[in-house]
């Protein structure tokens, strides 16, 4: 063999190996993904996972005449089946839910003569935080079944991965009790600096059904993070009507994620939490 033979037989060589590199560090396509968790051996939930790695936020809208009907949520949630697959069952269950208490509306009007007001259910479920553990999702729901005026609640929920089940965050304190004794003091604070800031002075007559600071379990609870690792921040949502009439409309409390409030969560998952110093 020649030198100039020997010489383009290495640069052909050595052209194959960056080919070869080149397309080595190349993602595989969804297709290939798919078909590599198909084959026979490979875990029952591959092709599932495979597939929820590139699903997309869900965003359902449905208006008529009779009900106007939204539900959302976001991509990360959408990643993960089995939480998924909860949300569009609660998406269904509570769209037939507004269809059939619209369509006995409806038809009670017509009988009496009234015209019919169109009933709605608008929810967004949004991401509150991401770490390794939990995913938070919050959503602000507004409702209006033909009243004087619509509604606004709170919903709130946690995928636990480590678990691969959805939990409420007052699942993660050893009971509602301990959670309420460890914000009790700087939730009802927060409650008074927020009526201040919409210029309201707090009531404390007696008898008075906004008179007193209620319980923070029996709201929604929002628990976020600051660093993506760890749960570090809380809101508690309070829907009209608990801490004043609904002309006052909604409030959310941010109450500091303290020591005492860390000392209240279950063992398993205090290393998940973060206190402020």
């Known amino acids: ?10 640069l052909l060589l050595l052209t194959g190996a960056v080919l070869l590199s080149s397309c080595a560090d190349e993602p595989p396509a969804p297709a290939e993904t ?13 092709a599932a996972d495979a597939e929820a790695k590139n699903a997309a936020a869900s965003n359902v809208k449905e208006s008529s005449d009779l009900v106007e009907f939204a539900y959302a949520y976001p991509r990360e949630a959408a990643m993960i089946p089995d939480l998924a697959a909860w949300l ?30 169109s009933h709605s259910h608008l929810q967004t479920w949004h991401r509150v935080s991401n770490t390794p553990r ?35 965050p007052l699942d993660l304190f050893t009971s509602g009790e301990a959670f309420d004794a460890a914000i009790r003091d700087a939730f009802c604070a927060g409650i008074e600096r927020a009526k201040t800031a919409k210029g309201i002075v707090a009531e ?3 008898g008075s059904p906004f008179g007193k600071c209620p319980p923070a379990s029996a709201q ?7 660093d993506g690792r760890y749960l570090d921040r809380m809101t508690i949502a ?18 500091p994620v303290t020591g005492a409030l860390v ?15």
């Not at 069952?89 to 019919?116: C, M």
């Open 204 to 206: 404390d007559a007696p």
């Open 220 to 226: 929604t609870v929002w628990l976020g993070s600051s």
């Open 134 to 168: 939990f995913l938070s999702l919050s959503a602000e729901i507004q409702t209006y079944t033909g009243g004087a005026h619509g509604m606004t609640s709170f919903a709130t929920l946690l995928w636990d991965r480590n678990r691969a089940k959805q939990r409420q």
């Open 263 to 277: 000392d209240a969560v279950k063992d398993e998952f205090k290393r998940d939490f973060l206190p402020i110093n």
């Open 1 to 10: 063999m020649t030198t100039a033979t020997r010489n383009a037989t290495t």
């Open 88 to 117: 569009d069952n609660d998406r269904a269950t509570r769209r037939d839910a507004l269809i059939a208490v619209a369509r006995r509306e409806k038809a009670a009007a017509e009988k009496a003569g009234f015209p019919y007001r």
């Open 34 to 46: 798919a078909a590599a968790a198909s084959v026979p051996g490979a875990p029952a939930s591959a």
């Open 238 to 255: 309070v829907a009209p009507y608990e801490i004043g009439p609904f002309a006052e409309g909604s409030y959310k409390i941010n109450v």
